[in-house]
């Protein structure tokens, strides 16, 4: 087990009853607040509408900044700076799931930098030494973003999509209401949860040992998740499974799990790739290339992933699955894509395309910790996958 420093500042109020603290919470930071969320889903499921009268009701002036897409863009951080500086913001409350987080996040890290160039705190440059606070209502659990120190951007004039870590990026507060979540449609709600499992995945394929207690949690919380996505494809709007949902979904990407381990992660690199070069949803595109994965690595070292298949033989289909095909089936189960094509990326001669710029960045030409992947070894993992 690794050495570290386990940190996690970020107050979680969960449930319906604890949306009554959300104007005072905001109010503890400042009265002068961004607004950031997408589009339409905030207003059909009740939370634009809450957050609005927990500001009014306490004087808070806020201004609104509307329209973060899926795989969120440097234009609308840049945007989002522009306002903050504009209005003297004091505070940023982003109300979403991870895209408008993370938008959320990288504005605060930018109001006080010297320098606006964000791509250059993405590619190795320094990064800010402080941010503005900004708090969290969650409406799409998956990305685990509410409570995490992390971020993605997609920057459109290099076709990148590039992750971000810092201290300065967890949020002071996150108000988790279930009751938010009833009116997803089952292509987000099973997209975020194999988010969420995703991440549980990336932390579990370690080669570090002795790190037992973060196994079993890891193997406990991917079991809970897979049966409430079985619970909710047939009771959807099921407060109770919404709320095991919502609490797993965050459990997966706070810190906890991946403590004293090495994580892989080059899973969710090759899906950064695909999602700059195609535009296409997080949670799906790692439902295509995480099997393929576990098919390409399960010959070079099967022992951590018959451990986990022993775990999950309840979502077997056969006795003789191997982990891959229970995932597979689990996937096509919820509805989510398997193949590149049904992905939507039919022209399979650009897989080379996506393998190379996999690796381009990484000095040693691979990635990945678990099983250092090559090129050659990418384009693979695609071609199972395609």
Not at 280 to 300: D, Q, Y
Not at 319 to 342: H, M, Q, V, W, Y
């Amino acid at each position: 087990m690794l050495d570290g420093i386990y940190r996690n500042p970020t107050e979680i109020y969960f449930g319906p009853s604890c949306m009554k603290a959300l104007g005072p919470r905001v109010l503890q930071e400042g009265a002068r607040v961004l607004l950031v969320y997408g589009g339409d889903s905030v207003h059909q499921c009740g939370v634009y509408e809450d957050v609005i009268i927990a500001l009014r009701d306490l004087n808070i002036n806020y201004v609104e900044l509307s329209g973060v897409q899926p795989n969120p863009l440097a234009d609308k951080v840049q945007e989002g700076i522009r306002l903050c500086k504009e209005n003297a913001i004091e505070l940023i409350l982003a109300v979403g799931g991870g895209s408008v987080i993370d938008t959320a996040k990288v504005i605060a890290f930018g109001v006080h930098a010297e320098s606006l160039d964000i791509f250059s705190w993405f590619d190795g440059g320094p990064k800010p030494e402080v941010a503005l606070p900004f708090g969290v209502v969650l409406t799409l659990p998956g990305s685990g973003s509410e409570s995490s120190g992390d971020a993605v951007i997609s920057f459109t004039d290099r076709c990148e999509k590039r992750p971000i870590s810092s201290p300065l990026l967890f949020p002071r507060f996150s108000f988790l209401n279930p009751i938010y979540t009833v009116k997803l449609s089952q292509e987000l709600t099973m997209s975020g949860i194999w988010d969420a499992i995703s991440h549980l995945l990336e932390r579990y394929f370690t080669n570090e040992g002795n790190v037992d207690c973060s196994s079993r949690l890891s193997e406990g919380l991917i079991y809970s998740l897979m049966r409430t996505a079985n619970n909710l494809l047939t009771d959807p709007e099921n407060y109770d499974y919404r709320a095991e949902a919502m609490w797993g979904c965050k459990l997966a990407h706070d810190g906890t799990i991946g403590f004293g381990r090495k994580a892989d992660w080059s899973t969710h690199r090759i899906a950064h790739e695909i999602a700059a070069l195609f535009n296409t949803r997080h949670g799906s595109t790692l439902a295509v290339i995480f099997p393929a994965w576990m098919e390409f690595c399960n010959k070079r070292q099967p022992s951590l992933f018959e451990g986990l298949r022993g775990q999950l033989m309840d979502f077997s289909r056969h006795p003789d699955d191997d982990l891959a095909n229970i995932f597979r089936a689990f996937i096509r189960k919820c509805g989510l894509p398997l193949t590149l094509s049904e992905l939507g990326i039919v022209d399979h001669s650009l897989i080379q395309r996506i393998a190379a710029q996999s690796v381009q960045r990484q000095q040693s030409g691979t990635i990945g910790h678990f099983i250092r992947l090559r090129e050659q070894d990418v384009k693979e993992i695609l071609t199972i996958a395609s």
